[in-house]
């Protein structure tokens, strides 16, 4: 608020009046202006320490609250720092464990592979084994067989060496007795037809089996057993051996009842002039056999049949392959109770024989299929080895077939002069 001119006029007129020094009272006024001033300025500056005091302990405060907070937060901070220690030092564990179970099963599956290949080398020892005793054991029979070779050969030949000094004595006699006779013989074997010679080139050897059921083989020889006149079924294997030609001169073998009356001087039996009957075929043979009155009935009826399959009672198979041990014929018959129930006949090599020499070599074995064993006569046709000229059914055959089917039982067909 200002104050006139007036109002000063005024005042100092009265401070005139009043006889106040001014200069003394202003003087003073300024000492309280000055206290004033001091005074405030002194309150200001408490004040203002006040007020800093107050903003420091608000700060203080403020800071305290904050690192409160920031020790909450990093108490937080510290928690979840834990939790993601314990996390990744369980990932280190479980890298480790990983790590180790890898190593397992590595170490597993070398070890698999280790005794896999033990396995297997175990197993090609044991084979190795297996054929290292084969080998020994064939090695062994390699040498015993061996040894049996070396005996038998030292046998034939000390036998061929007795044989020989035999031969050559027996020529030695032989050829001063024959010598009176080689003119009359010559003479007489002349007239001789030549139709009953039957010349076959090489021996022909045979071989014959007897088996029952049971696949025993046996030493005998058995018959046929037939009711009344039941006749028996030949079956001859149809294959492309088996032609209508060689079909029938087997038909004819087995059929045929010619006969022929031979000199007993040309087949050993017996002096010149007297004879024997022979039979070109085992249907003359059997019939008179079967008038002997046999126990059982001898078979003389025979049905013929051409199959591919083997049925029938007998057999027979043409064959063109050769029998390693070189026999020209086979026959195996199977037994059961003391009789013949199937005979099986193989002729081997067809290609290389003659109708002739089919129909010889095939009435040798035909002859084992009725049940005979082989001939202990040299010049008989069921000799092992047939070499007589005179290849046909001889009496004695006939003798053996009756008492074949009359019980009687050998291994052996014994025929005498």
Known sequence: MEISDSEKAELF??????GVDLETYNNRIKDKVSKIELILEKSKWELENKVAEEGYNAHLAQKRNSSLYS???LGRKIHEL???????EAQILSDKKIHELEKDKTRLEAQILSDKKIHELEKSNIELKTKLDHSSENLQDAKQEKVLLTKKVDSKEQTSFVMMKKYYMTIAIAGL???GFVGAFTLYQDSVDDDYMMLIGEHAKSKYLVQNLRGDTLATWFPWMLAGSQALQVNILDNSLATDERIEVIQNTISSDETLDIDNLLTHKGPEGTTQTFYKGWGGALQVAAQQNTELQIPQTFDFSNSKRPIGDITIELSSLSDPDGYSGYTKSVVDRGEIL???IIIYDVNSISNEQLSIIFMHEFGHALGLAHSSDPDDLMYPVIETNFPYI???MVDAIAGLYDGLKSSEVTCQS
């Open 13 to 18: 007129r009265k401070w005139d009046e009043s």
């Open 71 to 73: 020790s909450n937060e």
């Open 82 to 88: 834990e939790k993601e220690k314990v996390w990744f």
């Open 177 to 179: 007795i024959i010598g």
């Open 342 to 344: 199937k005979s099986y």
């Open 394 to 396: 001889s009496e004695c």
